[in-house]
């Protein structure tokens, strides 16, 4: 079964960066679309970005295009979020997903949820 365990999370001010890693386990992690995910206080959890099994296919939700980039070394079953020029509306928790069948931003075919991990981004 698979498990996911994030980790990079922190606080930093507005135009700041912060990199998420996601590692997997128990699971042959190579057959699977990964996803971030996070929610913010008082709002349903959106789609961030999402990569396809080798990494050839990458989403992201408009809000973020241009400043973060999702990533994935399979060889290592990690999951990566680099996350540039932070604003305070970033400010959530964010969770890795491992989804089959499929990939894209969607929650339907979400397999596993990690347990989360916060970003804050202050002005």
């Known amino acids: 079964q698979v498990q996911l365990v994030e980790s990079g999370g922190g606080s930093v001010q507005a135009g700041g960066s912060l990199r998420l890693s996601c590692a997997a386990s128990?699971?042959?992690?190579?057959?699977?679309?990964m996803a971030w995910f996070r929610q913010a206080p008082g709002k349903e959890r959106e789609g961030v970005s999402a990569?396809?099994?080798?990494?050839?296919?990458?989403y992201y939700a408009e809000s973020v295009k241009g400043r973060f980039t999702i990533s994935r070394d399979n060889a290592k079953s990690m999951l990566y979020l680099q996350m540039n020029s932070l604003k305070p509306e970033d400010t959530a928790t964010y969770y890795c997903?491992?989804?089959?069948?499929?990939?894209?931003?969607?929650?339907?075919?979400?397999?596993?949820w990690g347990q989360g991990t916060q970003v804050t981004v202050s002005s």
């Open positions: 128990g699971v042959i992690y190579s057959t699977y679309c």
């Open positions: 997903a491992a989804k089959s069948p499929g990939c894209g931003l969607g929650t339907w075919n979400i397999q596993r």
């Open positions: 990569i396809s099994e080798g990494g050839a296919d990458r």
